[in-house]
């Protein structure tokens, strides 16, 4: 997990409220990602994004929000939208630079639970 | 659309004996091929890629996968297994200029 962390390790949220994950990095990595992960169901993208000030919808974008205003930083929110919210969070980053095939370091997540 | 696939949820084996984790994928071109590996409660660690060359890539912690592109699959292997090797190890490809794809994940027990 070297290299990115995450914050909180644990968060519960009530019905109809917001949630902001934090995620920061001080690897010097262009490239930034959230995942979902759900039992049996792998890992699943929610936002991306490959420099500052831009980002792109994965494929489960909907009920989340993300900002990229530093390279280190790629915090996601959690909306009231998001109807099961219930799941474990990753953060991973990458170095970019025009190639596909760098693999991607992960943080250790957060858990956020619903209540 | 690419795809990837591990056939089994989990995989038993003896300390000491070999380990095989399976992954298949569906991808076209020549996909970039990755194995990570998930502690509880952790993120996931990267084990090992395929990118070009050998077909037999060596990683961290003595793991090792193949590459075989007529099958199009990328198997996980270790000579001999540990207790501490016990977790949930995932496949991921990634075509170029495209998002990684993972499976489902294959949990690995080693039992003493």
């Known amino acids: 997990d070297g290299g990115i962390t995450q914050s909180p390790k644990y968060l519960f949220r009530k019905e109809g409220q917001n949630v902001t994950l934090s995620c920061e990095q001080n690897l010097n990595h262009d490239a930034m990602y959230w995942y979902r992960q759900d039992p049996g169901q792998g890992l699943r993208l929610i936002y991306y994004s490959q420099i500052v000030n831009d980002f792109q919808k994965g494929d489960i974008a909907e009920g989340y929000s993300v900002s990229r205003e530093k390279k280190e930083s790629f915090p996601l929110t959690v909306t009231s939208a998001q109807k099961n919210p219930t799941a474990f969070y990753l953060c991973a980053s990458s170095i970019e630079s025009g190639s596909s095939y760098n693999e991607q370091f992960f943080g250790p997540g957060t858990r956020l639970t619903v209540l | 659309a690419q795809s990837v696939a591990q056939p089994e949820d989990q995989v038993n084996v003896a300390e000491g004996n070999p380990l095989t984790v399976k992954c298949t994928y569906s991808v076209s071109g020549n996909p970039y091929l990755f194995w990570y590996v998930q502690y509880p409660n952790r993120g996931l660690q990267f084990l090992l890629k395929?990118?070009?060359?050998?077909?037999l890539v060596k990683g961290s912690y003595g793991f090792e996968a193949e590459f075989n592109k007529s099958q199009t699959s990328f198997h996980l292997k270790k000579p001999s297994a540990l207790v501490s090797d016990s977790a949930l190890y995932f496949c991921a490809v990634r075509n170029y200029g495209q998002n990684f794809v993972f499976g489902p994940g294959t949990r690995l027990s080693v039992l003493p």
């Open positions: 395929y990118i070009t060359g050998d077909n």
